[in-house]
Structure formats: structure tokens, C-alpha cells
């Protein structure tokens, strides 16, 4: 939990980058040892349930090559991106690409393309549809 210390108190944005590795090293535990003990554990806290496993995400590389984000919290700006886009301003996947890389997250199209998949969210195309029927 104190690697993760940002995510409890600001949130799902300020989740870092944790691995098996890292916490095996920091317990002097092997990581399936690690694995195994986090496997269908859950906690509770102030912001909801979470199995223990959410708190290990892969990393995405920085454009400064400042701190890597988590793929749980570019995801999560992802959809942030996609539920604020106007109707007449849908974000392509390539558009996307550019917001965060001006938010310094480096990341391929095919990767948002992946994660937009992956959280259920049509392509720009799709949207561009449903939003100029409602």
C-alpha cells in the first residue's frame, strides 16, 4: 500500500507502475510467493474494493523520461478524453495519442487502440454514429 500512496489519496490517475518483482525484492519474498499471496484478496477502502492484483500495472514510458505511468491510469485518462469529447469533436485514436503526449505519456495507437477495446468503447467512428443519432 505505500507504493501505491498517491492512487488512495488522489486517485485512479496517480496509480504507479508496481510489479511482483518490486514488491518480492522490498519483502525479501520470491515473486509467486507474492503472486500467490495476492491472489483473490481484496481491500476496502475509502475508494471502494479492490482485489489486490489492480495494484500491479504494467508500465508506460514517459516522453521526459520523468516517472512511468501506470496503464491503469492512462486507461482511466482515456475514458476521462472519450466522455468529454463534445459531439462535434470526436478524438480519434491518433488525437488521442496527442493529448497525452502532451500530458508527457508516451504511447502507440495501436496501445489506446487496445485499451479503448478493452474498457468497451467503440472506435471514433462508432461514436460519431451514436453521438449524431441522440
Same mark, same amino acid.
Given at each position: 500500500?505505500?507504493?501505491?500512496?498517491?492512487?488512495?489519496?488522489?486517485?485512479?490517475?496517480? &496509480?504507479?507502475?508496481?510489479? &511482483?518483482? !518490486?514488491?518480492? =525484492? !522490498?519483502?525479501?519474498?520470491?515473486?509467486?510467493? %507474492?503472486?500467490? @499471496?495476492? $491472489?483473490?484478496?481484496?481491500?476496502? $477502502? /475509502?475508494?471502494?474494493?479492490?482485489?489486490?492484483?489492480?495494484?500491479?500495472? *504494467?508500465?508506460?514510458?514517459?516522453? $521526459?523520461?520523468?516517472?512511468a505511468h501506470s496503464a491503469e491510469? %492512462?486507461?482511466?485518462?482515456?475514458?476521462?478524453?472519450? =466522455?468529454?469529447? /463534445? #459531439?462535434? =469533436?470526436?478524438?480519434?485514436?491518433? *488525437?488521442?495519442?496527442?493529448?497525452? +503526449?502532451? #500530458?508527457?505519456?508516451?504511447? !502507440?495507437?495501436?496501445? @489506446? *487502440? +487496445?485499451?479503448?477495446? $478493452?474498457?468497451?468503447?467503440?472506435?471514433? @467512428?462508432?461514436?460519431?454514429?451514436? +453521438? *449524431?443519432?441522440?
Amino acid at each position: 500500500m505505500r507504493q501505491q500512496d498517491a492512487f488512495f489519496i488522489k486517485g485512479v490517475e496517480y &496509480l504507479r507502475p508496481l510489479n &511482483l518483482k !518490486a514488491i518480492a =525484492e !522490498a519483502t525479501g519474498m520470491h515473486e509467486s510467493t %507474492v503472486s500467490r @499471496v495476492t $491472489s483473490n484478496k481484496y481491500l476496502a $477502502s /475509502p475508494r471502494g474494493l479492490f482485489e489486490l492484483k489492480y495494484f500491479f500495472t *504494467a508500465s508506460i514510458a514517459s516522453n $521526459s523520461g520523468s516517472e512511468a505511468h501506470s496503464a491503469e491510469s %492512462v486507461r482511466f485518462r482515456i475514458r476521462q478524453m472519450i =466522455e468529454r469529447e /463534445p #459531439a462535434g =469533436e470526436i478524438l480519434s485514436d491518433d *488525437a488521442i495519442v496527442e493529448k497525452l +503526449k502532451v #500530458a508527457n505519456i508516451d504511447i !502507440a495507437r495501436r496501445t @489506446v *487502440a +487496445k485499451y479503448r477495446e $478493452s474498457m468497451r468503447i467503440p472506435s471514433s @467512428v462508432e461514436r460519431r454514429r451514436l +453521438k *449524431a443519432v441522440h
